[in-house]
């Protein structure tokens, strides 16, 4: 186990995209798990549904989300993005898809490749352990909260073991197929997937560290 304190955990914080294949274990998966239920919901509703893929359940949840997504199968859970964004997030959005692109070595117009750097998330970037977080639909906008706030205690907890994520919403755009390879029912919604393992630190890709704004450009002070 790694320890670190909670700063330390949150600023090292990124999204991994190359995974070494060694194992985890279920043990440690499910302690990461019950020490982020402790994750703030409204009026303690705890909407949050988490489904782990492992071994033979992730493959074969790969092997159908690489062929849907490959094939162009796209039907998405929920509208994740506005289909007319603006300024200043769509220079943002721009600017780290050629960021991520120039770390994996690909050209700009390089389509192909860019096509087969998209395929990766479906193989969960080569980690072991594959998490699809999901709620009852039956819930309101208040349990997106809750459950993105469950999301970063995953994400956060994983690394006092040594561990790195990264969340992947792409699963979401073949949410059919998640749906029937591990039979959840159509009344649950998926949120996302997340790729859970150990960081190859090899890989040019994961020296990738996205740019934040600084705090007085997003922060307005009463007071």
């Not at 943002?92 to 096509?115: M, S």
């Amino acid at each position: 186990m790694t320890i670190m304190n909670a700063l330390e955990a949150i600023a090292g914080r990124r999204s991994v995209r190359a995974f070494l294949p060694d194992p985890v274990s279920k043990d440690t998966i499910h302690e990461i798990l019950r020490t982020s239920s402790r994750a703030p919901s409204g009026t303690n509703i705890q909407p949050w549904l988490v489904h782990v893929v492992m071994g033979q359940a992730r493959d074969r949840v790969v092997r159908a989300g690489i062929e849907a997504a490959g094939t162009g199968a796209v039907s998405p859970e929920y509208d994740y993005l506005p289909k007319d964004m603006q300024e200043p997030w769509l220079s943002r959005r721009r600017a780290i898809g050629y960021a991520l692109f120039e770390k994996y070595g690909i050209a700009r117009d390089d389509y192909p490749a860019r096509e087969a750097a998209m395929l990766r998330n479906y193989d969960f970037f080569g980690a072991p352990v594959g998490l699809f977080f999901c709620m009852d639909r039956a819930h309101a906008l208040g349990a997106w909260l809750d459950c993105g706030m469950f999301m970063q205690n995953v994400m956060i907890a994983a690394r006092d073991f040594g561990l790195e994520t990264c969340p992947q919403q792409a699963w979401c755009d073949i949410g059919p197929v998640v749906h029937r390879e591990l039979g959840i029912a159509d009344t649950q919604i998926v949120l996302s997937g997340m790729a859970m393992g150990y960081e190859d630190t090899s890989a040019a890709v994961n020296s990738l560290e996205s740019p934040r704004i600084g705090v007085d450009e997003f922060a307005t002070w009463h007071g």
